[in-house]
């Protein structure tokens, strides 16, 4: 490189516009290049009467808002909804719950902490087809899942897991459960071990239970790191797609149908496009309002904790 | 109060432990019936122990890295087994795609996370605004992305008359997976990069130490566990991802997910032992990833959400 190019180059990288601006040109450079076309793309289709069977999308006859009027009175659609909201809600749940449980009892040093810490991140690194095969393979008639329960209750249990209505359900939300538990379970104890030891420490000095420490100083620290373990499962779980797929292919009839394969049904298996692709404009809209709850709990937390740290940092201090 | 500790922790390990049991059940079936000839993959009452209850075998192994056919005279004996398991190809496109996505993904994201950490680029709101490219369910941008993929390569010969295709290949799949996991790493950099010191930049400035010079020397060494910590999230989460690959490949790109559902509905009657013991060959590099950063991992996953 020529002494001029180089010595040009330095100044342009002592620049603070550099460093704030030229991050952003790749990133929403890609953001817009590959969603920003599929999305209007999205929108053109939902108002076209096209089916896969029916030739190329170009030649498809223009169908206004007809497909919009049909998902609106598809009961299958809303029940999938319904249903989605449910089994990210008891999964999501659960995965908090269990997580936090486990995280409380883990997050301070004792003799095997490593060992269990290592077991417990396991499922989350596993692949979900290979959860889905191995999952099958468990919730068989006669299969493990089963002879254990019998040893456990002493009886003869046959649950049909994956082929019985309730069953099912449960059996996808138990598998989602396994599934993910440790990805709360790690941010819980993430948020545990990070907080200052400081607050905890003054309230134990000034004699305060182990209960009133927990709801009282440790708690309200944590709960940010809650909301963003709630916020991040459950928008992955709305999208949950992979396990009810591979365990029951939605079935039995409906019973594990959520969104996500409903529309993939109705895309794939019914060849109606322009349908899903209208359908999935709605549910859109219906996310969006969970994607500004969550935004506005998320800037609520953060900016209580910008505006918090450092006074109470002060206030501790000065004690 | 001794009595009370001692008690608690037989409390702790004995809920522990109950947990234990319940993540590693599952993970034991499979490794067990990836040992599993196929008279013992299904039966009742249940084959637990090898060498008691059933004669361990590695024909599974044989057969899915197809070494010498599945029997130990070498010639084929299940009839499904008579296709090649090809999993090396699935091997190769996932590892390919999903190691070049996430350097990338890391490298752009951190980029974008140090700006707005330092001069909050692109204002307040953007990291929320990102974070709603998480929350668009795939599926919904599934076939548009499919009919957006197989029309670019005419805008591309029409426009810049060069020949590019995107449907079915690696970039393709790798430029979508850098997009949906940035989100994630934005966030989790932007928090180890808020905890690093602006002190600490301001004096090796004051010391005459360039900018770049001062991201090499001072930042980068105390977000690099970090980054380590992200980069695993996003590798598991591209080397799970199932539905775009799915949509958007095949024949010539294969990933795991997808190659191994085809196992799952290809065949008549399920291939058990032979789906275990793929299950556990693709399961034990992230698991070891997993345990060489364990230490880092417990300590960088609160999306900065804790502040000292």
Redesign the interface.
């Given at each position: 490189m020529p002494k001029g190019t180089e010595r040009r180059l330095?100044r342009w990288?002592?620049r603070?516009s550099v460093?704030?601006?030229?991050?952003?040109v790749?990133?929403q450079g890609?953001?817009l290049a590959?969603?920003a076309?599929?999305?209007v793309?999205?929108l053109y289709?939902s108002l076209l009467r096209w089916r896969l069977t029916r030739g190329f999308?170009t030649a498809a006859p223009f169908g206004g808002l007809s497909n919009f009027a049909d998902a609106l009175g598809d009961e299958a659609l809303l029940n999938s909804i319904v249903r989605t909201f449910v089994f990210a809600g008891t999964a999501v749940a659960l995965e908090v719950l269990?997580g936090f449980?486990?995280a409380l009892?883990?997050y301070r040093s004792?003799r095997?902490r490593?060992v269990?810490?290592?077991?417990?991140?396991?499922?989350?690194?596993?692949?979900?087809?290979?959860?889905?095969?191995?999952?099958?393979?468990?919730l068989?008639d006669?299969?493990?899942l089963n002879?254990?329960l019998g040893l456990l209750s002493g009886q003869d249990i046959r649950i049909r897991w994956l082929s019985e209505y309730r069953a099912a359900q449960v059996a996808v939300v138990l598998a989602d459960v396994?599934q993910w538990t440790?990805l709360t379970f790690?941010?819980l104890?993430?948020?545990l071990?990070?907080?200052?030891p400081d607050p905890v420490r003054a309230a134990q000095v000034m004699g305060a239970t182990r209960w009133q420490v927990f709801r009282y100083v440790q708690l309200p620290?944590?709960k940010?790191?809650i909301?963003?373990a709630l916020v991040?499962r459950t928008?992955e779980a709305?999208?949950i797609?992979?396990l009810p797929m591979?365990l029951t292919q939605g079935g039995p009839g409906n019973a594990t149908e959520t969104?996500?394969i409903f529309?993939?049904r109705n895309?794939w298996v019914f060849n109606k496009?322009s349908y899903?692709?209208a359908a999935?404009?709605l549910?859109?809209v219906l996310?969006?309002a969970?994607?500004f709850a969550s935004?506005w709990l998320?800037?609520r937390?953060?900016a209580a904790?910008?505006a918090d740290?450092p006074r109470r940092r002060a206030e501790w201090s000065r004690r | 109060m001794t009595r009370r500790r001692a008690a608690f922790?037989v409390f702790?390990?004995v809920?522990?432990s109950a947990?234990?049991l319940?993540?590693?059940?599952?993970?034991a079936?499979?490794v067990l019936?990836s040992f599993k000839d196929a008279g013992d993959?299904?039966?009742?009452?249940?084959r637990?122990f090898p060498f008691l209850d059933f004669e361990p075998t590695l024909l599974n192994y044989r057969q899915i890295f197809y070494i010498g056919g599945t029997t130990a005279s070498g010639e084929l004996r299940r009839e499904a087994s008579e296709q090649a398991y090809a999993i090396w190809k699935g091997v190769v496109d996932s590892g390919v795609i999903v190691t070049i996505a996430s350097l990338a993904s890391l490298v752009?994201?951190a980029?974008?996370a140090?700006?707005i950490s330092?001069?909050r680029?692109?204002g307040r709101n953007y990291p929320?605004t990102?974070?709603?490219?998480?929350?668009?369910?795939?599926?919904?941008?599934?076939?548009?992305?499919l009919?957006?993929y197989t029309s670019l390569p005419e805008f591309f010969r029409a426009v810049f008359n060069v020949r590019v295709a995107f449907f079915d290949t690696y970039h393709g799949l790798i430029?979508?997976y850098?997009?949906t996991t940035?989100p994630y790493v934005?966030w989790m950099m932007l928090a180890f990069i808020d905890a690093v010191p602006r002190e600490l930049e301001h004096a090796a400035r004051l010391m005459g130490a360039?900018?770049?010079t001062t991201l090499r020397v001072v930042v980068f060494p105390l977000v690099a566990s970090g980054m380590a910590v992200t980069l695993l999230f996003v590798f598991?989460l591209n080397?799970?991802e199932?539905?775009l690959a799915l949509t958007l490949t095949q024949p010539n790109v294969l990933t795991?997910?997808v190659l191994?559902?085809k196992f799952?509905s290809a065949v008549e009657g399920?291939l058990?032992g032979p789906?275990?013991a793929?299950?556990t060959v693709?399961?034990l590099p992230?698991?070891v990833f997993?345990?060489l950063i364990?230490k880092h991992?417990?300590?960088?996953?609160?999306?900065g959400?804790?502040?000292?």
């Open positions: 330095g990288l002592e603070e460093f704030r601006l030229v991050p952003l790749p990133v890609l953001i590959l969603l076309v599929p999305f793309l999205t289709i999308w269990i449980g486990l009892l883990t004792f095997g490593r269990y810490l290592t077991i417990f991140l396991v499922p989350m690194m596993i692949i979900p087809v290979v959860i889905g095969y191995n999952f099958s393979m468990l068989i006669t299969g493990p002879s254990v396994w440790p790690l941010i104890v993430s948020g071990t990070g907080l200052p620290l944590l940010p790191v909301v963003i991040v928008m709305l999208k797609f992979d591979l969104l996500s529309l993939w895309a496009v899903a692709a999935s404009l549910v859109l996310f969006s969970v994607i935004i998320l800037r937390e953060r904790l910008e740290g | 922790g702790r390990h809920v522990l947990w234990t319940i993540v590693l059940f599952p993970v079936w499979m019936t993959w299904v039966s009742w009452p249940t637990w752009l994201g980029a974008l140090y700006a330092r001069f680029t692109g929320y990102i974070l709603t490219v998480r929350m668009l369910p795939p599926i919904v941008i599934a076939i548009p992305m009919i957006y430029l979508l850098i997009v940035l934005i360039t900018r770049l598991i080397w799970s199932f539905l795991l997910p191994l559902n799952q399920r058990y789906q275990a793929i299950g693709v399961t992230v698991v997993g345990l364990q991992l417990v300590k960088g996953f609160s999306f959400m804790i502040r000292r």
